[in-house]
Structures are given as structure tokens and as C-alpha cells.
């Protein structure tokens, strides 16, 4: 891997968290792409597999919807959408190339706004590394879910990528469950 300048390198500022109150299913990606911030919409690029993984997964017609009818779809299954990493700078999309992160109060988020929280996926090793640093001894206090990313860079098969992402579905319905 080739060391990048990062004094050429534009600072780039993540997407708004997708919550609500009732959310119980909270899944945290690395940091959006160069597609999904140009789109402004998460999971923007049409080659990544996170709607359908995730509409498979929890019986949800994802794929086939627009980006605004797939958030509200969201939201009426208690499912919000965010990145463990708030700003960072990163030539392209990939996560290896990702310099000075400055992470996301994940805490913080779930605190204020997230009382119904039961469950964590998070999509990717990078999300997952980053992320469970991020909720240190808290992250025993939900359901965590550790799933291969949803990138096309990521060359594990669809039907691997499913298996392990198909558990989010009893997950959520557990976490419908939990008063």
C-alpha cells in the first residue's frame, strides 16, 4: 500500500445518522463511499450488496425501492443506519486507504437518542475493529453482530455474505421482543 500525502488530501464528512427513538437495530458501516457521498445516501453505489443483504435478511423489499421508500422501510422495522467513523480523509472508497479518522460518538448517539437499542451489526471488519473499540466494556449491553461487508471489494460470495447476514432477521425480532 502506498503512503498518501494526507496534507493534499480534502477532509470528507460522513453522512447523518438514519435513528430513531425506537430503533433496535443499529448498523454501523466504516465510512460511505465516494458514490454514497456524492448521492448523499447511504450504501449509494449500485454495485454494493447492502440492500439486498439486508431486505433478504429481514423480509424487507429493499432492493427494489427507492432510497427514500428503502429509510422508511427501515424505520418502521426499528432498523437506523450510521458509520463508526464521522470524518476522515481517503483518496476513493476503499477502507485501507482511510487517514486520520476521527470516529463517531457512537455512545453518545445511542445515549441520547437510541433507549430502545437491543442490537449492533456491524458491516465490515473495519467497522467491526473500529466500532467495538468505540463502545469499549459498554458493547456487552447489546446483541453484536460482526457481518462480512456489503462491498463489491469484498469477493466472498453472495450466498456466504447471506448466511452470515441472515441472522440479523431473528435478531431483530428477539429485539422486538425485549421490553
Same mark, same amino acid.
Given at each position: 500500500m502506498a503512503e498518501i500525502d494526507s496534507s493534499s488530501v480534502p477532509r470528507l464528512q460522513g453522512l447523518a445518522p438514519h435513528v430513531f427513538g425506537d430503533t433496535r437495530l443499529l448498523v454501523l458501516g466504516s465510512f460511505p463511499g465516494v458514490a454514497s457521498l456524492q448521492a448523499q445516501a447511504y450504501y449509494g453505489h449500485p454495485q454494493n450488496q447492502f440492500w439486498r443483504l439486508l431486505g433478504e435478511s429481514l423480509g424487507l423489499a429493499l432492493a427494489s425501492a427507492g432510497y427514500a421508500e428503502r429509510l422508511g422501510l427501515l424505520q418502521q422495522a426499528g432498523v437506523g443506519l450510521w458509520d463508526v467513523i464521522q470524518?476522515? +480523509? *481517503? #483518496?476513493? !472508497?476503499?477502507? !485501507?486507504? =482511510? #487517514?486520520?479518522?476521527e470516529a463517531s460518538d457512537l455512545l453518545g448517539l445511542i445515549e441520547a437518542r437510541l433507549p430502545c437499542l437491543r442490537a449492533i451489526a456491524f458491516n465490515?471488519?473495519?467497522?467491526? *475493529?473500529?466500532?467495538? *473499540? +468505540?463502545?469499549?466494556?459498554q458493547a456487552g449491553r447489546? #446483541? =453484536?453482530?460482526?457481518?462480512?461487508?456489503? !462491498?463489491?471489494?469484498?469477493?466472498l460470495s453472495y450466498a456466504k455474505k447471506l448466511a452470515v447476514w441472515a441472522q440479523l432477521g431473528p435478531s431483530l425480532q428477539a429485539a422486538m421482543g425485549d421490553t
Open positions: 470524518t476522515t +480523509q *481517503r #483518496r476513493g !472508497s476503499m477502507d !485501507s486507504d =482511510i #487517514r486520520n479518522p465490515g471488519g473495519t467497522a467491526a *475493529r473500529l466500532g467495538l *473499540r +468505540q463502545l469499549g466494556d447489546w #446483541r =453484536i453482530h460482526a457481518l462480512p461487508s456489503s !462491498s463489491p471489494a469484498y469477493t
